[in-house]
């Protein structure tokens, strides 16, 4: 997926390498603390894996609806491709 990213931002490709790495440590350390303090108390197991894969879901469907978006934006809008430039 980064991968991808970097493709499509041709400016700066080590400060959005960063932010992705960044978002994704944010949300595993706030995952652990939910899961481990509050969901498995609440709903079990059972429920808090149910829970972890609705996100995970969730984060998979708001990436996809977002990466069409871009795409849409880029072709009404080519300058939006290169902003510098």
């Known amino acids: 997926?980064?991968?991808?990213?970097l493709r499509?931002?041709?400016?700066?490709?080590?400060?959005?390498?960063?932010?992705?790495?960044?978002?994704?440590s944010i949300g595993a350390a706030v995952?652990?603390?939910?899961a481990?303090?509050?969901?498995?108390?609440?709903?079990?197991?059972?429920?808090t894996v149910l829970t972890a894969a609705?996100?995970?879901?969730l984060v998979a469907v708001t990436t996809y609806?977002?990466?069409r978006t871009s795409q849409a934006l880029r072709?009404?809008?080519p300058e939006a491709?290169?902003?510098r430039g």
């Open 36 to 47: 481990g303090f509050y969901l498995i108390a609440a709903v079990g197991l059972p429920g």
């Open 8 to 24: 499509r931002s041709d400016s700066q490709p080590g400060r959005v390498l960063s932010l992705l790495y960044f978002t994704n």
């Open 65 to 67: 609806l977002t990466a």
């Open 75 to 77: 072709r009404i809008r």
């Open 1 to 5: 997926m980064s991968a991808g990213v």
């Open 31 to 34: 995952g652990c603390l939910v």
């Open 54 to 57: 609705c996100f995970n879901v």
């Open 81 to 83: 491709r290169n902003p």
